[in-house]
């Protein structure tokens, strides 16, 4: 004698398959979150067209600092500009200034930059290098 079971209130005995347009579209999310993550990484850590470091810098007076860095460019032929910038004892930027390095034979340049301050400097630093160099930096742009 067989048992048969009420319809509906227990579980077929055979498991159900995932259908197979799930499966694909999971499997592409993984693999487009994948690329992404490759490409976030690669932009964030890929080898620079230009670096620099910080070589030293000296509180000249209440309003003046002395900063001097190193830029090495890729092409020693490309412009570059740097943002330098001087902070006070409690962290706050205190002046900033715009450094213009044209072109030229040696790859690595060693510059020496005053900033002017608001208050009296502590410490100075390199924010930034780029060779998007902005017209006005270069007089391109007067007479146009």
Same mark, same amino acid.
């Given at each position: 004698?067989?048992?048969?079971? %009420?319809?509906?209130? $227990?579980? *077929?005995?055979? %498991?159900?398959?995932?259908?197979?347009?799930? =499966?694909?579209? !999971?499997?592409?999310?993984?693999?487009?979150?994948?690329?992404? /993550?490759?490409?976030?990484?690669? &932009?964030?850590?890929?080898?620079? +067209? /230009?670096?620099?470091?910080?070589? #030293?810098?000296?509180?000249?007076?209440?309003? @003046?600092? +002395?900063? @001097?860095?190193? =830029?090495?460019?890729?092409?020693?032929?490309?412009?570059?500009?740097?943002?330098?910038?001087?902070?006070?004892? &409690?962290? #706050? +930027?205190?002046?900033?200034? +715009? =450094? $213009?390095?044209?072109?030229?034979? *040696?790859?690595?340049? !060693?510059?020496? *930059?005053?900033?002017?301050? #608001?208050?009296? %400097?502590?410490?100075?630093?390199? $924010?930034?290098? #780029? !060779?998007?160099? %902005?017209?006005?930096?270069?007089?391109?742009? /007067?007479?146009?």
């Amino acid at each position: 004698m067989t048992r048969t079971l %009420p319809p509906g209130r $227990y579980a *077929s005995a055979t %498991p159900k398959r995932p259908r197979k347009t799930l =499966v694909w579209a !999971l499997g592409a999310g993984v693999i487009v979150l994948g690329l992404v /993550i490759a490409y976030l990484a690669y &932009d964030k850590f890929a080898v620079n +067209e /230009i670096d620099t470091e910080l070589t #030293s810098f000296e509180v000249v007076d209440d309003g @003046t600092l +002395e900063v @001097t860095f190193t =830029v090495t460019r890729e092409d020693p032929a490309d412009d570059a500009v740097c943002i330098v910038r001087a902070r006070s004892r &409690d962290g #706050s +930027e205190t002046g900033r200034r +715009e =450094v $213009y390095i044209p072109g030229g034979d *040696s790859a690595t340049v !060693l510059l020496t *930059s005053p900033v002017h301050t #608001s208050q009296r %400097p502590a410490v100075g630093d390199v $924010y930034g290098c #780029s !060779l998007d160099v %902005p017209a006005y930096l270069t007089g391109d742009s /007067i007479g146009n």
